[in-house]
Each structure stands twice: as structure tokens, then as C-alpha cells.
């Protein structure tokens, strides 16, 4: 869903992840989890706003995650490239 939601921010030909893949396997999702985590660092937010692959994939601090989706949010509207879709109040700018 991560890689998805970074993948919609961006124009089709600029999609930061080629390859999503679904698997049970612990490596292939934590992988998916950092490019996630890549993704989003490109696209401007930054070491304090990202939450670590371990916090999410061993659900070890899921506010960390939550706090870098509302971050990944703000981003996204103060853009304002017309690639967010939904209403701008959930997210701090």
C-alpha cells in the first residue's frame, strides 16, 4: 500500500517504485518497506520525518509511522502539483 501511495504522488512516467511485489517473505517486505522509505526521501521529506523499516515491519512504533505518513501528507499539499487527491485538513503543512 506504502509503495502505492508514493508511486500516486508522482507523474506515471516518474513512479519512484518499478516493482511492487506481494510476498510472505520477511525480506521482500522489508524490502518494499525501504524503497518506500527511499522513495519518500526523494520526494523531500527528510531523516526526522521517515519512521525506521524495523518500526513498521516489527510493528515496534507505529506512531513513527503514522507521524511520517501525516509528514508525507503535508508534503504532497504544499506542493500542490495536483497529484494529491483528498482533503488537505488531515495534514499539517
Known sequence: ILCHLINSLNPPERRP?????????????????SQFLKAATD???T????FQTVDLWEAKN???VQQSLLALGGKAISKDDGYFR???????R
Open 17 to 33: 517504485i518499478k516493482r511492487i511485489q506481494v510476498s510472505e517473505r520477511a525480506f521482500t517486505q522489508m524490502e518494499q518497506i
Open 43 to 45: 520526494y523531500g521529506l
Open 47 to 50: 531523516a526526522t520525518d521517515l
Open 62 to 64: 507505529l506512531a513513527a
Open 86 to 92: 483528498g482533503d488537505p485538513s488531515w495534514f499539517p
